[in-house]
């Protein structure tokens, strides 16, 4: 195996070209854009052929080379599939195997982190994005992240490979390269055996961390694979002084927008089902302190039944000083007629 460890200083970020030494055939893995021509150079000194650029995620810190790497090697970009993008080659999910070579990569689905984590198992190695981290772990408080599916995720995928298997993260900030899942599972202070879920779900709820520099920029240029100039921004159209979108608009920016339901919980569990990325802040009493609670970072979408309330909420969102808000055309209404993903307790998903 050709292997290569590489990193970029601002974000503390690592990138790594792994290849199969008889086939010559290579996979960069989570490549940063200001880092293109050092991975290029590296790349035709070991003789290798890019054949695929893998992300681990949707990145909120730096924007990823994917795109730039394809469009001068030929590459496929792969990412999860839970993430929709138009603009990847592959739509990875659990268990999906691809060839290098002699070499396979096999796909973990490790979310919590972003709804569309994944990590890769490439002979004795395994690649954990911010899912695992040396010592820790990656935050899960934006783009879908949730403690509960990282503490799951952990637990189940990576923990549970053999205990010799290395371990190489997708940061670090104290200049640790690499762990091994046994010296994680007995030293990691957030997640080592005996840790309960509870305990690390309050943990991760109080670390109370400033959102990344670049966010605003990296989350919607990695979107399109970092090519920036292929990313449609959302074109909202005004009604009632409000942005309203569309749901095709909305549905593949899921996990990268906050989804916010405006109706009833019977309504949120009914007929119509919900947005799979919804939470629930019923319009009524105390709607507008549960909602000025919420971050105002990121965009956030209204969602009712038929597009009224959500207007309605959307309003008094911007009143709050929310300044990114849309109300989603036509509400759940449209979103069963295009058949998109929703979650229904009557069945279907
Ligand atoms: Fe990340």
């Not at 469009?71 to 195997?97: E, F, I, M």
């Not at 994005?129 to 935050?139: E, H, M, N, Q, Y």
């Not at 090519?227 to 159209?237: G, M, N, R």
């Amino acid at each position: 195996m050709i292997f290569q460890q590489l990193f970029e200083t601002e974000t503390s970020t690592y990138s790594y070209v792994i290849a199969d030494a008889s086939s010559r055939e290579a996979v960069l893995i989570d490549p940063v854009i200001e880092m293109v021509e050092r991975d290029l150079a590296l790349v035709k000194e070991l003789g290798v052929r890019l054949k695929y650029v893998l992300d681990t995620h949707v990145h909120a810190d730096h924007v990823t080379a994917s795109g730039e790497l394809r469009r001068r090697t030929g590459a496929k970009v792969g990412v999860s599939s839970a993430y929709d993008l138009a603009c990847a080659d592959l739509h990875l999910t659990d268990g999906q195997n691809l060839e290098l070579g002699t070499l396979n990569i096999r796909v973990l689905e490790t979310p919590g982190h972003t709804s569309g984590c994944l990590s890769f198992v490439i002979g004795d190695r395994v690649f954990t994005g911010d899912a695992l981290l040396i010592g820790g772990c990656g935050r899960t408080d934006f783009q879908g992240g949730s403690s509960e599916r990282l503490f799951e995720s952990i637990k189940t995928k990576i923990f549970t490979l053999p205990e010799e298997m290395l371990i190489f993260p997708g940061h670090d900030y104290k200049g640790f390269t690499f762990s091994t899942v046994g010296q994680e599972r007995l030293c990691n202070s957030r997640l080592r055996d005996g840790v309960t879920r509870e305990q690390f779900v309050e943990l991760m709820g109080n670390l109370n961390l400033a959102y990344p520099k670049k966010i605003k920029e990296a989350v919607p240029a990695n979107l399109a694979c970092g090519l920036p100039e292929l990313f449609a921004p959302l074109d909202p159209q005004l009604l009632e002084g409000v942005p309203v979108v569309s749901a095709l608009e909305i549905r593949s920016r899921l996990g990268q927008i906050a989804v916010i339901d405006v109706r009833g919980l019977d309504e949120f569990n009914g007929e119509l089902g919900h947005i799979t990325t919804a939470r629930l802040i019923s319009l009524g009493e105390g709607f507008s302190e549960r909602l000025a609670k919420e971050s105002r970072e990121l965009e956030t979408v209204f969602v009712c039944r038929s597009g009224k309330r959500s207007l309605e909420a959307a309003r008094r969102a911007q009143e709050l000083g929310f300044t990114r808000v849309y109300s989603l055309a036509g509400g759940m209404i449209q979103w069963n007629e295009l058949n998109l993903p929703r979650v229904s307790d009557l069945g279907g998903s």
